[in-house]
């Protein structure tokens, strides 16, 4: 077959654009890489082999080589994995077919300085095309396992890649070839690799040569990290791991190494990121802990081997007893991954337990980047639901810091009965909540909860330590239970005049029949003149609008009208309302309107007919400027 000219992807080329520019302090890592791949593809053939032993039976001894051609300022990263075919490669070294790339990309032209941008291609992972930081022209030769044909895949890292035939492609595996670009001589001295190895790729798992044959050095100790005793790995060993399994390069938040001894035999590894990754919340995102099974890897993507909320987690699950050969579809319902589940699940809320005891200010830094996913626990299982309530942090209207349920409750005012939470899209928004407005006049504290998750556990949770947990938004506000310090300054009068306002309310109720559910005067506000809120037996309205925006019918429950007897329009309105009218109906029917309508708006909703909404506004607001 001729040479075959094609483009990459454009997001390839664009990532080319800024792997050179911002790896240029910390070229090395392409070796690291490089040898990471070359490991990934000799565990994919070991576990392919376990089918089909004859992939590998020729030359079952997995290896990674470098070899540095001085003359021809070339260094080669050989490996003896699974290869690749003429469509694995277009597929892998021509496009990114990760998820969520199109949002990385975005997020990388954001980034304008070099430090972010290193950050950011830090959790994403460069990959092979870190080569092109050191190398002007890469040649990727492979053969994929079990196949005959041989290609060649060449590139100078500018727009293009060309794939032809290969003869002299290795028997099996890739070999990929670095034509130095001026100036990187150092990549061909032995002692620069040799530190690179040592220092980067020390825990990969198959020995790494320098050189080739009888002569070839061996640059590393070549056995399972996870399988070492803990006093024999140092932290930068432990580190370095956790950039190969994450393909990340932050540094771990936390890690727990142990291993299971008993019925059920197992080790762990496994890693908390300090860093959030860019997809944490994508559908497509493949769970970060890789199964092993006595060595070999078997695969990153069983779902039950780690709880959902617990997808930050990285690192390797090595077991000594499930079957070399279980099926991935088979490992679904298999009673030793629950088991290992039940035991890792408990093992890694314990540590996260005394990092919340002892760290706090730490702590508070993990649940920035991962409370979101955690809390999904609080509505997904029930099981840990106490222990993970332990854990829960909240941002709260009384404090700049966050918040434990136990330090909540402890801090309630004398009379209060339930914990009281708001839910909505951002934090600064529900700062504004008119519904939180006579809370804060009594001091009372209410949980600001902002993540997608909080509408749901809220009501599956229901309660804790016999609190009951209520939102503010739902409910009459039961505000005067609460006792405040300078209660007894409280006047009688700061009620308003009674029955104006229950007038008031009469009038509303009627004009607006057929729009709210109910409508009553209430001590929730402060400063604004209304709000809506849902009844106590209805949904949450924030929870409904959630629902409604996401395609689902709620039913069409109404919303209760609040109103505010101290606020000037009010006890304006009622006073018309009390003075039998006189010909103002007109008006005092428009202003009920106005009122349901300016709810809406602060709920962030739309009035319910802009037209008419704004014909009233310009009709009062003209006659207030006339009078
Ligand atoms: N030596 C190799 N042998 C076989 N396949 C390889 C080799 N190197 C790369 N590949 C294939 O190319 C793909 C892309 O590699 P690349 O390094 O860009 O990304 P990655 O390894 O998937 O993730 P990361 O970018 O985080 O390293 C790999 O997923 C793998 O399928």
Known sequence: MSKETLNFQAEVSRLLDIVANSLYSNKEVFLRELISNASDACDKLRYAAITQPDLAAEDPDYRVNIVVEKDNRTVLVEDNGIGMNRDDLVENLGTIARSGTLKFMQQMEQARDAQGQV??????????????????????????????????????????????????????????????????????????LRRIVQTYSDHIAIPIYLGQGEEAEQLNTASALWTRPKSEITDQQYKEFYHHVAHAMDDPWLRLHFKAEGKVEYTCLLYVPSQKPYDLFHPDRKHGVKLYVRRVFITDDCEELVPAYMRFLRGVVDSEDLPLNISRELLQHNPLVTKIRQTLTNRVLNELKKKAEKEPEDYAKFWDSFGAVLKEGLYEDPEQRDTLLELARFRSSERDDVVSLKDYVASMKEGQESIYVITGENEDALRKSPQ??????????????????????????????????????????????????????????????????????????????????????????????????????????????????????????????????????????????????NGAQGDLKDAAFLLLDQARIIEGETPQDPAAFARRLSQLVAKGLAA
């Open 436 to 581: 939180l407005e006579g809370f804060r006049a009594k001091g009372i504290e209410v949980l600001l909860l902002s993540d997608p998750i909080d509408d749901f556990w809220v009501p599956a949770v229901g309660e804790y330590e016999g609190k009951a947990i209520k939102s503010v938004t739902r409910g009459a506000a039961e505000l005067d239970k609460v006792k405040t310090d300078d209660q007894s300054e409280e006047k009688a009068e700061d009620k308003g005049d009674e029955t104006a306002i229950g007038t008031l309310v009469a009038f509303l109720k009627t004009a607006l029949e057929d729009d709210v559910k109910d409508v009553r005067s209430t001590q929730r506000l402060t400063d604004s003149a209304c709000c809506l809120v849902a009844d106590d037996g209805d949904m949450d309205i924030h929870l409904s609008r959630l629902l409604r925006q996401h395609g689902q019918s709620v039913g069409d429950a109404k919303r209760i009208l609040e109103i505010n007897p101290k606020h000037p329009l009010i006890t304006r309105l009622a006073e018309c309302a009390k003075g039998g009218l």
């Open 119 to 192: 950050n950011l291609i830090g959790q994403f992972g460069v990959g092979f095309y870190a080569a092109f930081v050191v190398a002007d022209k890469v040649e990727v030769e492979t053969r994929r396992a079990g196949e005959e044909q041989g290609w060649r895949w060449t590139s100078d890292g500018r727009g293009e890649f060309t794939i032809e035939d290969c003869a002299d492609a290795p028997a099996r595996g890739t070999r990929v070839r670095l034509h130095l670009k001026e100036g990187e001589d150092e990549f061909l001295e032995d002692l620069r």
